[in-house]
């Protein structure tokens, strides 16, 4: 932080009369590629604004949280209940005293502001123009060229010297929260073109069953041959895996996919879980994303149920969904106020807004990420820290690597970097690469990297190094053995990333010609996040195996993964790629920077989680 030896009132407008000094407490680097300044935001505009207070024991609960993921450790499995992390990690009384205090002297009256239930926060509805007077700010609108989103920031902004230590960060300030979905330019193929790959409705892939044109077209049979998933785990009705979502699905698509390949009944549909009344199922407005969520996980999970936590809301991140399930992350103590606060319904939620009103599912699958650059790092480790803290309560998490390789962006002095995506980049996830499988060969095969350049556009397996998170005790062999045997053959120049930092991927799995139901029509796609919710599918499998045996979830699976490396099928073909579509990366043996430490082998997965307490 930067010591600006300024008067408040000269800032904020002489809205109090002692004056006090201004720390800069974050301040934005650069404006990423796809945004567009388009003008000042105007100053009646309203907002919610969250002040995230800082909490208590951040360092001693990651400490605790791989205690207790370690299979080495006595302690194995004894996750937290939700009251024991809310006490352990809630800001301190003097914290929450001495920034309501100063927005009260600011003129934020102390009936205006609330702390949330876990005192995580103090929230408050504001205009542009008393945020600006507050934050000594200046709100800009930006475009996306993209798609047109709108969303606006600052670049930078102040706090009192006596308020910034207790305060990790504000919004709205410098965030550009515009997740990205992963591409969307699959391509529509006749359905007597992949015949060949459509397998029999009996189940699991069998010897009458045609895997040899999986490469052609990846249906369910072929992922379960890829990676041995049986299919006769039975339904725990308490165990469902939960795949998070920003728009709905067509639930005529999925009765398709099912009749073409599964054996699933149609008219089996998800929990939908409408987190502030978003729709979460439509027969008209669709897009791809969810659609390959849900055909990709449900037939390996099933006859276990998915509990679809639908929130339109994209621009929010992922904070709306963990308002939903975390009380402690989010609202109002003791109700709003009007007008300062929005009411509800209103023209985006149709619904009341919601706060810790859904329990959480213990695998949640997430196939959305932005870019590590494009979000305030205070605001990325503060997320990162309510990862760790379901973790804590034994919640697995499981996000996409991204689908462009090593995102090439800027850095502050307009030099070319590497920047992995978030949250994948969070410690507390596990992260999902992408493979191939490589032309006429079966699925029995090992499979390759996905390979740039190729049919479906510039996508590549996301992954590199975090410039914001270290790298975690439980990667360091794995990671130090890339680093010493691989690093001086890949492609890129060293200076571009941060060999210290979290290193991305963990897994990989087929990213590729995956077959799914798009509006009637048959379509080939890609990404990441087709990869992402089969294996947090596979994960809950052992969680329903483990509830059978009397044992509880798995939670934060990286540490066993990393001290396991045996139960994967390494990946040594392929790579990713970088600025100017060079080559980032190359897939090696042992964890490399594209596919992490391969693929899974479900027996093998199974044996080992289910040989710990």
Known sequence: MVRISILVNAILGAVFVNSTHLLRHDKRDVVPSAWTLQGRALGETKVKARVALAQQNVEHGAKHLLDISDPFSSTYGKHWTREQVADFFKPSPPAIKAVREWLAESGVHV?????????????????????????????????????????????????????????????????????????????????????????????????????????????????????NIPSNFTTEPDNQL???????????????????????PPGTRPLEISIDGAPTSSPNYVTEEPSIDIDAAFPIVYPQNITWFGDQQIDSDVDEFLDAVDGSYCSFEGGDVAPYDPSYPNQYYNQSEMCGVYNITNVVSVSYYSVEVFL???????????????????VTFVFCSGDYGASCVNDTNNQPVLSASFPASCPWVTAVGATQILNNTPPTQPEAAVIFPNSLGNFTSGGGFSAIFDRPSYQNTSVSSYLSNYLPDSAVNHSLYNTTGRAVPDVALNGFNFVNIIKGAVRLNYGTSVGTPIFAAMIALVNSARKEAGKGPVGFINPVLYANTGMFNDVILGNSTGCDNTVAFNATPGWDPVTGLGTPDFPKLLDVFMSLP
């Open 111 to 227: 009936n205006r502001h609330r702390v949330s239930p876990g005192q995580g926060s103090i929230q408050f509805t504001t205009t542009v123009a008393e945020l600006e007077r507050l934050l000594g700010a200046e709100y800009h609108v930006y475009e996306d060229s993209a798609t047109g989103s709108m969303s606006f920031s600052c670049q930078e902004y102040y706090l009192p010297d006596h308020v910034a230590h207790h305060v990790d960060f504000i919004t709205p300030s410098l965030g550009f929260s515009k997740l990205q979905r992963r591409g969307l330019s699959g391509r529509d193929v006749p359905y007597s073109d992949i015949q060949l790959a459509q397998t029999s409705a009996t189940g699991p892939a069998s010897a009458t069953t045609n895997l040899s044109d999986c490469y052609q077209a990846v249906t369910p049979d072929c992922i379960r041959a890829l990676y």
């Open 242 to 264: 939960g795949i998070v979502t920003y728009f709905p699905y067509q639930p005529s698509d999925l009765d398709e996919f099912f009749q073409l390949y599964t054996d699933i």
């Open 376 to 394: 305030p790092f205070s605001y990325q480790r503060r997320q990162c820290d309510e990862y760790m803290k379901l973790a804590l309560q034994g």
